[in-house]
């Protein structure tokens, strides 16, 4: 099970790594294809909550943020999101995250964002606690390890 664990984190840095070397992030099939994975649901009127509810954010973004956060709590996914937490954070080259706790998901018109809770182990600004946020327009976001995470997080949720 352990060794499992470590190859799915392994996969998702991968995975993270391999999106940094696509060339254009404006490139409008990479777009279209991310847009397609996440299936977020733009038709739900705006809203701001802190629970994980199908009724309000929409069945298909509510299993995304269930999914990411159970495996988030079995550390499969740590290793990804680290790499993103770092990008957020100035003068932070790496950091590792020992837990992730989803903190809320608001949508405003064609724009939505996730807010997550982190707990760091060591760094270098000496930061023990943060929060990772992922904004999507339009279905996709800015960053491509952002996209490639959550890509990679919708293999697994049954449709």
């Not at 392994?10 to 995975?15: D, E, G, K, Q, Y």
């Not at 809203?47 to 499969?76: C, D, F, H, P, W």
């Not at 760091?120 to 960053?143: C, P, R, T, Y």
Request: glycine share 4%.
């Amino acid at each position: 099970m352990r060794t499992i664990k470590i190859l799915f984190t392994a996969l998702l840095i991968l995975v993270s790594l391999v999106g940094y070397a696509q060339a254009n992030n404006d490139n409008e099939e990479y777009k279209t294809r991310v847009r397609n994975t996440l299936q977020l649901d733009y038709a739900m009127p705006d809203y701001s909550t802190s629970r994980i509810n199908s009724k309000v954010m929409g069945e298909r973004l509510a299993k995304i943020l269930e999914k990411t956060s159970k495996m988030s709590q079995s550390q499969t996914s740590l290793g990804s999101l680290s790499v993103i937490q770092s990008k957020q954070l100035e003068g932070v080259d790496y950091c590792t995250i020992k837990n992730v706790k989803f903190a809320k998901a608001t949508k405003q018109g064609n724009v939505i964002t996730l807010y997550f809770n982190t707990n760091l182990a060591e760094n270098v600004k000496k930061i023990k606690k943060s929060q990772i946020v992922f904004q999507f327009v339009d279905g996709v976001s800015e960053d491509i390890a952002t996209n490639d995470f959550f890509t990679a997080i919708c293999r697994y949720i049954k449709k």
